[in-house]
């Protein structure tokens, strides 16, 4: 999927291009990642991400991709595309899962994102409003700012 929208991009001219975001650097085609533009800070770094990656064992490596994030874990970007980012963001209605471009509405099912992303969207639906009995589970809750009982999702 990335490849086709890849070779997609590539044959827009520069005119059609302008169309998904507002600067362009010269003729290259690149979209301007110009920190100016953006009002929004991202802790993501895709390059940290895949030189973490890159640093696990086999073993880990097979322990991921046995819960489902195996295409996560082997995904080779390193660069975060922050106005294309900023795009689809003001383009997402959350109301509706779904992203307007040019008129066509996309919706963007969880199956959906699921498939392009290589992830499993099967299993138990987490409960984030009942409290967290199992102590180990309670730590690891703290430890990702939850108050020990439950996730605190803002």
């Known amino acids: 999927v990335q490849e086709e929208i890849s070779n997609k991009w590539r044959k827009l001219n520069t005119t ?3 169309t998904y975001g507002s600067a362009l650097e010269g ?6 990642d110009s920190v100016n533009e953006m009002s929004w800070i991202t802790r993501c770094s895709p390059d940290r991400f895949h030189r ?31 106005q294309l980012c900023h795009c689809l963001i003001q ?39 009942r409290p967290v009995e199992d102590e180990k589970v309670k730590q690891l809750v703290k430890s990702f700012g939850g108050n020990g009982k439950r996730v605190l999702v803002k």
């Open 16 to 18: 059609e291009k302008a």
């Open 27 to 32: 003729s290259s085609g690149q979209v301007n």
């Open 52 to 82: 973490t990656v890159e640093k696990l064992s086999e073993e880990k490596r097979l322990a991921i991709k046995a819960i489902g994030f195996g295409n996560v874990a082997s995904l080779s970007c390193t660069r975060l595309h922050r």
């Open 91 to 129: 383009k997402f209605n959350p109301d509706t899962s779904s992203i307007e471009l040019h008129g066509n509405v996309i919706r963007i099912s969880a199956d959906e994102f699921g498939r392009v992303m290589g992830l499993k969207n099967t299993g138990e639906d987490v409960q984030l409003d």
